[in-house]
């Protein structure tokens, strides 16, 4: 089991920065990914961006490659994503995931996923 603990959310002017953290504890994430997802009113929850516990090796949805970056922290157990040039667009509740690293073709999918955390609203104002 693991579980996960989101924060850092908040309202934010657009092209402003935040940065959101997801806290784990329960088993090693040796063998693990850790992913953000997002899911804005009415609409799918969507991947955000991973990050390959192990290697380090991270992945984007197109949308935030070049502003987002997410990060990890072994010793805290705890992943980060660094949002910055925040657009309106980007208001939702982000997730972080976690689940045993099944292959890059699927990690993107939310049911990739069996541990999630309660989410965290960004609300980005124009």
């Known amino acids: 089991q693991v579980q996960l603990v989101e924060s850092g959310g908040g309202l934010v002017q657009a092209g402003g920065s935040l940065r959101l953290s997801c806290a784990a504890s329960?088993?090693?994430?040796?063998?693990?990914?850790m992913g953000w997802f997002r899911q804005a009113p009415g609409k799918d929850r969507d991947f955000v961006a991973g990050i390959i516990w192990s290697a380090g090796r991270t992945y984007y949805a197109d949308s935030v490659k070049g502003r987002f970056t997410i990060s990890r922290d072994n010793a805290k157990k705890t992943v980060y994503l660094q949002m910055s040039s925040l657009k309106p667009e980007d208001t939702a509740v982000y997730y972080c995931a976690a689940d045993r690293f099944k292959g890059e073709a699927v990690m993107r999918r939310e049911s990739s996923y069996d541990y999630w955390g309660q989410g965290t609203q960004v609300t980005v104002s124009s």
């Open positions: 329960g088993r090693t994430l040796s063998s693990y990914v």
